[in-house]
């Protein structure tokens, strides 16, 4: 097959236009002579109706914005490719899925669910993971986030979860947050949330970066091979740079510092050349399987662990393009789950099968047409030819009088493909049952996974779920909901519940104060099924902690360091560290009292990237304090204090050497430094190899979370 990698590029640049070099036009292609001033009569005079110029660029602008995502309005890009590095034709037709090396080129966008599109990126939330691949068999829309399950069961209950987790209607108040009562009111009448929300509430919900993200496809589809085989599948994105999450505190920061952190960190990533990267993983269930678990493969408030049936790695992908334009790319992209290719194909997982039917309604009122697939971003590389005709602005001149099949005046073209030449058909399930409204018994275990997940948690991870939870729920001021998730928390973990209450200074209510059923009104038979608890047959799993996890690698690449300086700093000190940190593809920015630059102790110049009131210590991974006696002159500095307060307080690595550890042994939380503490590190000899290859390795660990006051211990 060809590699055709570049032919989504070939095919954008076709509708790329830069005005360099050239003259400013009309939309109609006259040249504007005058693009200052409006048509008048008179210098002083009233304007004339018939400056069709004026009237085209106001009318323009007037309509330049188009209504956001319903969810997932807040988002950023990129292109890049898939390529495929353990092809798996036994278990899928699809043709991109079919040869090691072959490469598809791909259009991923991340986003946050709950905020408008201009809110903050650090947002506690859900993260989307939308990968559109360009096949050559057509357009295939991988819908994921970054946490394996949802908070709902049924597409029914969806529009009641975003109206709850949304600002809440009568003051639109808080944005981007789900620490408000209407979100835990639902919640707290929803028990199969419970395992999501143990996800929602741990550090996967405030990721360091995009880039540091797992990504994962949720449902169970189907892979069907060129036999008409069908094998259920899960699918995984594992990133190269492992899973990585900041601190609450510093989250909250980073949304005032800088709303656009990952959005900014995705985009620098690619333009200076470090491409972030992710391999794709399939769970194979074989159909036969299809019943041997304690949960059901169609319940998506499940997954299936990696114990049970491991991850195989089949291909990566690689980000190595920043969009041109956010409106017409990242903007414009219209993703869709049913948007599949042969060999790819759904199970009956009731929450997907609402949103094969959500995703086109909704891009038909936020794209405003049908015609939404040949706005360039949507277009296949695969040839288009239907008797699909007209609506609002349609791209396509069809040629012909015919537009309807079958027919015999276009000699009976464009004509139906045979399965064996591509042609999509679904896959042969028998159905053979009674039309009702209801929920499987199956469905009914709502606290097994939510315990698995709590278990398989390290004791940090537990703590920053118990602060996650005292957080949110401490934000609510309805006492009962308080009380009831107390009651659904108990379900999960005894000891959890009994910690969040501390903090909400409340007491965890017994069992039978805690209402049990599907959340789905009680005078509805269906809805009456109670609650289970189904014990995991998995007791704990390091692929669900971020701490423990097996993509985790010491790689510090990309990292961002702030090396704090004075006048009279060491340069040898800067410029060793400097290097060391580029050598492992990490970068060091200067900051100091001001911009400009500062005097070396040789008389040379540093040039400042940063002030302190331009940078802030939650904007980095860790600091650096090189020698230097100026820097002695910036000991009582608020601003510096608080740079390192904040670097202490997040657990990041802080690191000093010669005179400027000086600066360390007197900071405010200098008497709480242990000797334990691998992630301070001062040092009397300046400019050492040793000391940066501490640093660096330091920085490979992350985060020291061990210097926080643990909750659960
Ligand atoms: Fe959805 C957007 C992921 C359930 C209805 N969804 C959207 C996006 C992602 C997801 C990543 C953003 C796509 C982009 O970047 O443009 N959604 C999920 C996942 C779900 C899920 C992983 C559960 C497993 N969604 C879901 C349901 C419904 C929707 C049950 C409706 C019944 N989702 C939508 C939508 C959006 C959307 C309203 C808004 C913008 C868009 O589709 O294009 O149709």
Request: glycine share 8%; charged share 25%; with cysteine.
């Amino acid at each position: 097959m060809e590699n055709f990698q570049d032919e989504k590029q070939r095919e954008l640049s076709f509708n790329k236009s830069d005005g360099t070099n050239k003259f400013l036009t009309t939309d109609q292609g006259v040249k504007i002579n005058d693009d200052n001033n409006s048509l008048k009569a008179g210098e002083r005079g009233p304007s004339l109706l018939e400056d069709f110029i004026l009237r085209e660029k106001i009318t323009h602008f007037d309509h330049e914005r188009i209504p956001e995502r319903i969810v997932h309005a807040r988002g950023s890009g990129a292109h890049g490719f898939f390529e495929v590095t353990n092809p798996i034709p036994e278990l899928t037709k699809a043709g991109f899925l079919q040869e090691a090396g072959l490469k598809t080129p791909v259009f991923t966008r991340f986003s946050t669910v709950a905020g408008s599109r201009g809110s903050t990126d650090l947002a506690r939330d859900v993260r989307g993971f939308s990968v559109k691949f360009y096949t050559q068999e057509g357009i295939y829309d991988l819908v994921g986030n970054n946490i394996p399950v949802f908070f709902i069961q049924d597409a029914a209950k969806f529009p009641d979860l975003i109206h709850a987790v949304k600002p809440e209607p009568h003051n639109e108040m808080p944005q981007a947050a789900s620490a408000h009562d209407t979100f835990w009111d639902f919640i707290s009448l929803m028990p199969e949330s419970m395992h999501m929300i143990m996800w929602v509430m741990s550090d996967r919900a405030i990721p360091r970066s995009y880039r540091m993200m797992e990504g994962f496809g949720v449902h169970t589809f189907r892979l069907i091979n060129e036999a008409g085989k069908s094998s259920f599948v899960k699918f995984h994105w594992k990133p190269k740079l492992g899973t990585h999450a900041v601190a609450w505190d510093e989250a909250q920061k980073i949304s005032g510092k800088n709303p656009d952190f990952h959005r900014q960190d995705l985009w620098e990533a690619i333009d200076t050349g470090n491409f972030p990267e992710w391999e794709l993983g399939v769970q194979i269930i074989p159909s036969e399987d299809e019943e041997k678990y304690e949960f059901d493969l169609l319940d998506p408030t499940k997954l299936v662990p990696e114990e049970l049936v491991p991850v195989t790695i089949v291909g990566r992908m690689v980000l190595n393009k920043n969009p041109d334009n956010f409106f017409a790319e990242t903007e414009q992209i219209a993703f869709h789950p049913g948007h599949v290719v042969p060999g790819i194909d759904f199970s009956n997982d009731p929450l997907l099968q609402g949103r094969l039917f959500s995703y086109t309604d909704t891009q038909l009122s936020r794209l405003g047409s049908p015609n939404f697939h040949e706005i360039p971003i949507n277009r296949s590389v695969a040839p288009v030819h239907n008797n699909q005709r007209d609506g609002h602005m349609r791209q396509e001149i069809n040629v012909g009088r015919v537009s309807y099949h079958p027919n015999s005046l276009g000699g009976g073209c464009p004509y139906q493909a045979k399965i064996a030449e591509g042609g999509f058909s679904s896959f042969e399930e028998r159905v053979d049952a009674h039309k009702i409204r209801g929920r499987s018994e199956s469905f009914a275990d709502h606290f097994g996974q939510a315990k698995l997940f709590f278990n398989s948690q390290t004791s940090t991870e537990k703590s920053h779920i118990i602060k996650a939870l005292r957080f949110e729920l401490g934000k609510v001021e309805t006492a009962a909901i308080r009380l009831r998730m107390l009651g659904l928390l108990s379900q999960v973990d005894r000891d959890l519940a009994e910690k969040v209450a501390v903090g909400l200074g409340m007491k965890v209510p017994s069992i039978l104060e805690t209402p049990l059923n599907h959340g789905v009104s009680p005078e509805n038979e269906n809805g009456n099924q109670e609650s289970k608890t189904v014990a995991s047959s998995v007791a704990s799993s390091d692929a669900l902690t971020m701490l423990k996890n097996p993509t985790n690698t010491p790689t510090i690449a990309s990292r961002k360091v702030a090396i704090i300086v004075a006048d009279g700093v060491s340069e040898a000190a800067v410029t060793n560290i400097k290097k060391a940190l580029l050598k492992e593809d990490a970068k060091g920015c200067i900051i100091a009292k001001n911009l400009g630059t500062v005097v070396t102790d040789t008389d040379g110049e540093i040039h400042v990237d940063f002030s302190f009131l331009t940078a802030s210590s939650v904007l980095f991974d860790a600091v650096y304090i090189p020698d230097g006696l100026g820097i002695n002159t910036l000991i009582e500095n608020d601003d510096l204090n608080e740079f390192l307060n904040d670097a202490y307080k997040h657990c990041k690595v802080i690191a000093a050497d010669g005179a400027a550890s000086a600066v360390l042994s007197i900071a405010p939380f200098a008497s709480k430094i242990t000797n334990q503490d691998d992630g301070m590190i001062i040092n009397s000899e300046v400019a050492s190899e040793s000391f940066a290859q501490k640093f660096i390795a330091a920085m490979g660990k992350h985060r020291f979370w061990e210097r926080e006051p643990n909750l659960y211990n």
